[in-house]
C-alpha cells in the first residue's frame, strides 16, 4: 500500500480517536451516584426492643435521632453500613450533616411485645441474619413471630451467607 493511500485511511481513524479520547476521560472521571442512604427497624423483638439497620451513608460519624428523646452519636462502617441492636421501640432517624435519614419500620413506639406479628418476625429474622450468618431465633412466646423469624432468616440466608 502506497503512502498516500495509508494515509488517507487512517486520518478518519486518528480523528476520531481524537475526537473521543476526551469524551472517554470524561466519562471516567464523572463521579458515580452515590447510593440512597436507607435505614430500617426491625419488628418489635419479644423483649420489647428492635433491631435498627442501614445502609448507603458516607463513612464516618452520624447522630441517631429518637422520638423517645434520645440521640446517640455512632461511627458507620466503612461501607456506609451500620447495625445498632436492642434500641428502645420508637420512630428514628439517621442524621448525618445536613442529611436526616428516617428509619422505617418497627412499632413506632406503640407496639408491645405481645402484639409481634408474622411481619414484625421476618424482618427481624432478615435483620438479623443479615448482620450474622450464624444468627439464631430468639427465645418467643408468639408463634407467629417465630415462624416469621424463620420465614426471615431463611431468604436472608440465601442472600447473604
Known amino acids: 500500500m502506497n503512502r498516500r493511500t495509508r494515509l488517507i485511511l487512517l486520518t478518519p481513524v486518528m480523528a476520531g480517536s481524537l475526537a473521543l479520547g476526551p469524551t472517554a476521560l470524561a466519562l471516567a472521571a464523572a463521579p458515580s451516584a452515590v447510593p440512597a442512604a436507607t435505614c430500617s427497624l426491625s419488628g418489635v ?85 443479615k448482620a450474622d450468618c450464624k444468627a439464631t431465633a430468639p427465645p418467643s412466646a408468639n408463634q407467629q413471630f417465630s415462624q416469621g423469624w424463620n420465614k426471615g432468616a431463611a431468604v436472608a440466608k440465601e442472600a447473604f451467607c
Open 45 to 129: 423483638l419479644p423483649d420489647g426492643t428492635v433491631n435498627i439497620s442501614g445502609g448507603g451513608f458516607q463513612p464516618g460519624s452520624a447522630f441517631l435521632e429518637s422520638s423517645t428523646g434520645v440521640g446517640a452519636g455512632f461511627s458507620m462502617n466503612p461501607d456506609g453500613t451500620f447495625n445498632i441492636a436492642k434500641a428502645k421501640d420508637g420512630q428514628y432517624s439517621v442524621r448525618q450533616g445536613s442529611t436526616v435519614t428516617k428509619c422505617s419500620g418497627g412499632g413506632g413506639g406503640t407496639t408491645t411485645p405481645t402484639g409481634t406479628t408474622l411481619k414484625a418476625g421476618i424482618v427481624a429474622g432478615w435483620d438479623a441474619v
